[in-house]
């Protein structure tokens, strides 16, 4: 999947909340520290309380006491006052339309009562897909029954599979400032129940393996923010109750809670560690929920690092800052399992593009949800910094945190049976079968051709490179997944011939005699020279009835804006172009084709970048020839399909190298020969 289809209705243009006073408690400043290394910029983010975080300006804004601006001093950044910061950035207009259940000004995120109503909507839509059920109460609601709310996890997997399923944590809003955070999660729970009938990952996903989202684990806290207050803590009174009540619940966890550094005992501070370790009801609910949730990893606290085979994965989703962090955050050692959560930090980024870091920044954080899951239970666990700021704009939301976010969560899920392991290997990326294998079917006993590409490089290498292998070995399966022991695996190969670089087109001939009528899963993974095997991508399989009329004559082309269709339809040709840093999409037909040619254009339908001559040749050597010309040094794959036979044939040219002419006068020998 390039890219996720947004299943939401409440996409609207954001508008800011009303201009209010911004609280400074314990006489802090807001501040702009300019910098010149965007990595000391990253750490002052994790460390200090930045209120805006967009790196390209050269600048965050900070509101900081003296001592942490006297840190960011001497970490070399340059600070100067920013007293006109809310006026630059809070507008008085209100939005016209308000969509019920949203956030004042901001109409892409839920409020806290709406969010719970979507989770159960989902539950009422898919009910052998989704359950949602208590895991706890929020402080105001252990003191008062008729208030505050119960901490509710949506489970998402497909209850009438059986065996062992790894589990994905992901715990979302536990800052309750941070706008973003609910609403991802709460999107990436609708695409995998809404793509279940339609998108293969999705399907083996919810079939295998299952998620668990505790999409607003700070509940209290978020009713403030909601307000438009920049509330970071939860709501327990009993602490600084005049000023800023509340217990950082980021600082309460057991693990580490008094390490040096890292938290406050000032309880009128935004990082107040709490009274004692796991103190507040909302801490000890999800501390609790991840030992019911993965009892086989438990361990001694840094007695050496967790098996390699550990399953299970934990997100904790913040903002802002556009990172992704891995443990420690409490000192700056690195993990047991540093290198395997590098790695798998690394990968997670490729698909948001955010800067991978080890999360210590200038100061420890101690108690964080981060070191409690990978310390006391071996947990490969990742944090997410959302954006630029808490209080993120919708057009900002949907344009630039959304998609590749929700890439980076499907391919956290997809490893979460193996996440020390998988992340090493090599992607899966432009799955396909040809003709109509894959939607309309083919008849049984065809031969079906599967392509893909194997990628070993798929990673954020802005703060380090990761070491990148050639491909060794591909191979599928279907219906049922490579580690189960039924499975009979098939292998994969290289287009070129030979496995030998860390990007390589590979090719499978699929012989369905044999599988039932019906739609099946084809699970597709590839392996790196040093034995790493990668994550699993999968697509439907159709094979048609003997007695289907589809499985007859009707299997012409299907003409539409990516799709040319050739000789009355037995010829279908689609173009997919691949830039250099991996962007891919599909080229657009650019005008009605003729009988036997057809043109394509991948950026600007003034420019024509492909044209493809599927010709007649049966008179002088028994073969439908296939001619090709370009104008492009830009990378592309043409994938020429006689839809009578099933039979494909695929011509690339790579990103920076000039396209050279086709000439493919054996293309098709059974092309001669009636349907």
Known sequence: MSRILVLSTVLATATALPAQELERPGGARVVRAYFDDPLVAARAVMSLEALESEYEKGYIVLRAADEDIEAARQAGLRVVEADDYLEVTRRSERPVVLPRGTIAGFPCYRTVEETYAS??????RHPTLATWYPVGRSWRRTRDASEGYRLMVLRLTNSGTSGEKPALLITAALHAREYATAELALRFAEYLVDSYETDADARWLLDHQEVHLLLQANPDGRKRAEEGLLWRKNHNTHHCPADYPGVDLNRNFAFSWHHPGGSSDNDCSQTFRGPGPASEPETRAVANYMRRLF???QRPAESGPAQPGTSGLYLDIHSHGRLVLWPWLHRYEGAPNATALQTLGRKLAFFNEYLPIQGIGFYPATGTTLDHSYGELGVASILYELGTTFFQGCDDFERSILDGNLESLLYAFKVARTPYLTPAGPDVRELSLSGRASTTGVAAGSSVR???????TRYQNSNGAESSQAIAAGEYTIGIPPWKT?????GISATDGSFDSSSESATATIDTSGLEAGRHTVFVRAK???????AISAIFLVVQAADDPGSGEDVDCAADGKTVCLHDGRYEVRVTWLAGNGATGDATVASPATRDAGLFWFFDPDNWEILVKVLDGCALN??????GASTTDLGYVIRVTDTATGVEREYRNEPGMPASAITDATAF??????P
């Open 622 to 627: 028994d073969h439908v020839w296939v001619y």
């Open 295 to 297: 009892p086989g990893a």
């Open 528 to 534: 790196d020279a040093d034995g790493n095997w990668g």
């Open 450 to 456: 599967l392509s893909a590409t194997f990628d070993d």
């Open 119 to 124: 989770a159960r909507a989902i539950v009422s």
């Open 486 to 490: 039924r499975a009979v695996a098939s």
């Open 669 to 674: 020998p059974d092309g001669c020969r009636p």
